[in-house]
Nanobody
């Protein structure tokens, strides 16, 4: 089973910044990182998409995050990041990474697609 280690949340004052990360302790050629999404769930709300990054690193952002949030990745480290700047209380919530990856399946000799989720990291922004 592939693990995802998510970290970086915390308490920050309005206007502050945080960098979230998700790391997968696997290595090539066994593991290939493809698309990466970030979601968040704020208190009393449904989970919503924050950003979506394709294999080619093309990234789209939700309107609320455009210009303030920046997704990035380090394929060599199998780690993805979400930089949150100019945070406001409305950004409070649990943030989740969602990774689409290919993992080599030894019995079949093929790569198989996996959908991996981080456990979530809490971001709390005080006013």
């Amino acid at each position: 089973q592939v693990q995802v280690v998510e970290s970086g949340g915390g308490l920050v004052q309005a206007g502050g910044s945080l960098t979230l990360s998700c790391a997968v302790p696997e290595s090539r050629p066994r593991f290939i990182l493809n698309g990466v999404d970030w979601y968040r769930q704020s208190p009393g709300k449904e989970r919503e998409l924050v950003s979506a990054m394709s294999n080619s690193h093309t990234t789209r952002y939700a309107d609320f995050g455009r210009g303030r949030f920046t997704a990035s990745r380090d394929n060599a480290k199998n780690t993805v990041y979400l930089r949150l700047d100019d945070l406001g209380p409305e950004d409070t919530g649990v943030y989740y990474c969602h990774i689409q990856a290919e993992l080599f399946d030894v019995p079949s000799g093929r790569y198989r697609l996996h959908q991996l989720w981080g456990a979530g990291t809490l971001v709390t922004v005080s006013s």
